[in-house]
């Protein structure tokens, strides 16, 4: 099992990496991240968990140095969810998706070649059967929402349709 390397901040914001007893650079700690090195930066006078606000600064700096990998609609739509009710759910939403995307990158790649539309089709009904997975476990956890059955005598319902419930 892999240690927690430990990554101490220094008041100057140098970082610190106290496997190897040398400071490192942004760039050296977004390389843990790519060879999946797991690590904790901590505030060395405070013992503040900095781990969240130097991995932002490394996407910060991507951001701004190469194509962009969030528009300006998504950041928007980021700053929109803080201190809504749905935050923690579409925090969890995003890891889920993120988890799914890597995991199935080879796979991703090699059905582009093939049928690019059948590869997006696939990928949205796994996004909206995650989707669904998160909100039903929030509402059952929150007590905020009960799951109700359809009445089948009021209402013909086609199976074979897409549940419209859920669409955007």
Known sequence: MQTLRMIKRYTNRRLYDTVTSSYITLD???DFVLKQIKFKVIDNNTNEDLTNYVLLQIISEQETG???????????????FYGNPLQKTFSQ???KCF?????NNGHIQESLKANPLDLMASLTQRNL????STLTHYFNKNGSQDEK???????????SAPDSSWSA
């Open 149 to 159: 059955k359809p009445d089948k005598s009021k209402s013909k319902v086609n199976k």
């Open 93 to 95: 939403f995003l890891e």
């Open 99 to 103: 988890t799914l995307f890597s995991e």
């Open 28 to 30: 050296e700690v977004k």
């Open 66 to 80: 190469h194509v962009p990998l969030f528009t300006t609609d998504i950041l928007e739509c980021m700053i929109r």
């Open 129 to 132: 059967d995650i989707w669904q």
